[in-house]
């Protein structure tokens, strides 16, 4: 019997329209206007697609969005400035720094350059440090890790005392899902390239997120029978039936591991929807935090 698929646009579309609805409560009862800022230094194709997404989803909820772009040569002082004038301006309640930055750029550097109140990516080294902690709580959690937390709540599947194995320890998904898990208290094991009889360790998960970058890495017999499968991975493969040649998976082998597991993520349309979702979701929070209508 198949796995029940997790659709990740649907949820995130469902998540947009309570956000649509709570802002617009926010403008009529407290006269607030939550405000994102999205900045964009050089011109990568990339990066330039995910800003107008974020842009575009946030006006869709009604969310006041600024997207400064400086040029690739911009210098270390001028892109600290502009989120310095961006701290400063109340309108604002969320920075982004879309990454990659340019390679003469100091990306730690900028992004702790970024209020702590407005960090709604989640990646300052307080709010990870807070998130680490035991009894300690971030302003905002990353929002990918945060995507995939609200995808397995949305399906009913309770957290607490399920073992949880995360493939691949990034700062930006592996590590931070981890101590959300474990601060939902679940039991955490986290794999990456040193990890013994990986399938072995695999196939003990309740819950199993892969994050590693490597297509289809994740086989059917890697998988306990009725797992919930969060996949993060987007790889391209070759595919000549294809018009642009190749087509995207991600890091399970999604027609084999459908088979075995419980629940499973498709590769797109699965964890992807969700981070701009809990962007716009940290946006809304912030806004209600600077007006303290939220702690």
């Not at 949820?11 to 900045?39: D, F, R, S």
């Not at 050089?42 to 974020?54: C, E, I, L």
């Not at 995939?148 to 957290?159: K, Q």
Request: proline letters at 6%; glycine letters at 8%; a positive charge.
């Amino acid at each position: 019997m198949s796995a029940q698929l997790i659709d990740g646009k649907a949820i995130a579309k469902t998540i947009q329209a309570e956000l649509t609805a709570e802002v617009a409560m926010l403008k009529e009862k407290y006269g607030i206007t939550p405000g994102l800022a999205t900045v964009l230094v050089g011109d990568n194709p990339a990066s330039q697609t995910y800003v107008r997404m974020k842009r575009k989803r946030s006006a869709e909820v009604g969310i006041h969005s600024v997207g400064p772009v400086l040029p690739a040569d911009a210098t270390q002082e001028q892109v600290e400035a502009l989120v310095r004038e961006l701290n400063a301006d109340p309108a604002i309640h969320g920075i982004l720094v879309q990454l990659p930055l340019p390679k003469h750029l100091d990306e730690e550097a900028v992004l702790n350059t970024i209020s702590l109140e407005k960090d709604v990516d989640g990646f300052h080294p307080l709010n990870i440090g807070r998130l680490a902690m035991k009894g300690r709580r971030p302003m905002f959690a990353p929002c990918t890790p945060a995507g995939i937390i609200e995808l397995i709540d949305r399906i009913g599947v309770p957290i607490e005392g399920k073992e949880a194995v995360i493939l691949g320890r990034s700062n930006i998904v592996g590590l931070p899902v981890s101590m959300l898990l474990l601060k939902r208290n679940a039991t955490i094991t986290i794999c990456h390239s040193r990890t013994r009889d990986l399938p072995s360790v695999t196939r003990r998960a309740d819950i199993l997120i892969a994050a590693v970058g490597r297509a289809q890495m994740v086989k059917g017999d890697w998988v306990k029978p009725g797992a919930v499968v969060i996949d993060v991975g987007i790889n391209r493969i070759d595919d000549p039936t294809r018009k642009r040649g190749y087509r995207l998976v991600g890091d399970v082998d999604f027609e084999e591991v459908k088979e075995v597991a419980g629940w499973i993520t498709p590769v797109p349309g699965g964890v992807g929807p969700m981070t701009i979702a809990m962007l716009l979701k940290n946006a809304v929070t912030s806004a209600k935090r600077a007006a303290g209508l939220v702690e």
